[in-house]
């Protein structure tokens, strides 16, 4: 049996590198190949103007304290709805700029690299208010570092959308109108 | 030494595509883009007669010290294509992508550590020494690049970064070969050189004539002409670059 062992952890080892490969490439090639028709029509529908008082109180804040309430702040972004919603349009937006690297590749992978980094704060907001989601469902409290997040997250995908905006309205401005109406 | 009919006839097959990939390349002007795959069809095809002269020769000394010493350079060129990918995909901008360099690194050091491991504990049937070793050397090699290129794929699909059609037909043709060949060594680190050898071996020879031809066609065509940038567009991406700093450390602060 122990002689065996070491193939049979290698096959169970080259398997899952099979699988793995043959996914990603999958994924890949479904990236390459959908149209920009069809990203720009799963963007979610979100409340943007709302979107963009949560941000600017967080980003304009300097040493005064926010204006908003934590009510205002949960009702703004959407509660959990719409921290998901913010999550899924975050990964579209980021296909959407690697789109305009067929056009103009310097400038969709330079704004790509910015916005990403946008996204790397959002993704960690996000899986803050998920790990907190049962304490703020059961005890129906915002605390101080959820209420943080709630911001972050917001102003994070205000950053992106307003700069994917922007890129589109400098590169390619056809389909500018298409865009913003999605977003 | 001798061949069968198919033996040769895939051999055959294999330096004629090797040779017309070499011209694909040339001609169509792709060694300015992939230096480092252009010289690994290039040495592929040297490597080739060198092997095929020695085995007319009659004499396996001579063509076993011409397979050992191409093998480790095949090796590393190869590792040298994986990198030339990973530099193309993960540094559009000259500079790694966030977070690319070190997923890269990272992935691709714990991968070739497991797969090291595996090939030094699995003992491939053979009575001789040199041919477990070689089997064992084969496994590593195919484990390693078929793994850094799934590392590559999954870190720029995960950073949301586009591949040119150019590299992605490589990193294409690269990850359908490597699959079969690992599947071609775990069942070699099985049955050893005693069973199924021969016919393992047609199967990895025809997969590497299908990737050749693949790679043919692809490197063949254009890929879409990207518009420079303009000197507006890139004052606004410097003004914008300044203001994503400014954003950022406010967020964090």
Redesign the interface.
């Known amino acids: 049996m122990f002689g065996f062992l070491?193939?049979i952890?290698?096959?169970l080892?080259?398997a899952g590198?099979?699988a793995?490969?043959?996914s990603?490439?999958f994924?890949?090639?479904k990236?390459?190949e959908q149209s920009w028709k069809t990203l720009v029509g799963k963007l979610q529908k979100l409340d943007n103007h709302a979107l963009m008082l949560v941000a600017q109180d967080?980003?304009d804040s300097g040493d005064r304290p926010f204006m908003l309430q934590p009510a205002e702040i949960w009702n703004f972004v959407g509660g959990y709805d719409g921290i998901q919603k913010m999550r899924d349009n975050a990964?579209i937006m980021?296909?959407l700029?690697?789109?305009i690297?067929?056009?103009?590749?310097?400038?969709?992978?330079?704004?790509?690299?910015?916005?990403?980094?946008?996204?790397?704060?959002l993704r960690q907001s996000v899986r803050r208010l998920a790990l907190s989601r049962f304490r703020v469902t059961v005890f129906g409290r915002l605390s101080p570092s959820t209420l943080y997040d709630l911001q972050?997250a917001a102003?994070?995908y205000y950053?992106m959308r307003d700069?994917l905006l922007?890129l589109y309205k400098?590169?390619l401005s056809g389909l500018y109108p298409a865009l913003a109406e999605a977003l | 030494m001798a061949l069968s009919a198919l033996d040769q006839l895939l051999w055959a097959a294999n330096f004629s595509c090797f040779v017309a990939l070499l011209c694909v390349l040339i001609y169509r002007q792709r060694w300015k883009e992939i230096p480092v795959f252009t010289t690994l069809i290039a040495y592929d095809v040297a490597k080739t007669i060198a092997l095929f002269l020695a085995f007319r020769t009659g004499s396996r000394h001579l063509y076993a010290a011409i397979y050992w010493s191409a093998a480790y350079l095949d090796f590393c060129l190869q590792l040298g294509v994986v990198i030339e990918m990973a530099r193309i995909v993960l540094r559009p901008t000259g500079t790694w992508v966030q977070d690319a360099k070190k997923q890269f690194v990272f992935w691709g050091s714990a991968g070739a550590a497991v797969a090291a491991v595996l090939a030094w504990a699995v003992s491939p049937p053979s009575a001789r020494a040199l041919e477990r070793w070689e089997m064992r050397g084969n496994l590593f090699t195919v484990l390693v690049i078929c793994e850094l290129v799934t590392v590559i794929t999954i870190t720029s699909n995960k950073l949301g970064l586009g591949w040119r059609s150019h590299v992605m037909a490589l990193g294409q043709g690269l990850a359908a070969w490597s699959m079969v060949a690992v599947a071609v060594e775990v069942l070699h680190s099985y049955f050893g050189k005693v069973r199924a050898f021969l016919p393992l071996e047609h199967v990895l020879m025809v997969a590497s004539l299908g990737t050749l031809g693949y790679w043919m066609v692809r490197l063949w065509q254009e890929e879409p002409v990207r518009q420079p940038i303009s000197s507006d567009l890139q004052a606004y991406i410097l003004a914008l670059h300044r203001r994503v700093r400014y954003d950022v450390r406010r967020i964090t602060n």
């Open positions: 070491p193939l952890l290698l096959g080892f080259a590198l099979i793995a490969a043959v990603s490439q994924h890949t090639v990236l390459t967080f980003l990964a980021l296909t700029a690697a789109f690297q067929e056009w103009n590749f310097d400038a969709g992978a330079i704004v790509g690299e910015r916005m990403r980094r946008d996204a790397v704060l972050q102003a994070s950053v700069r922007s400098m590169s």
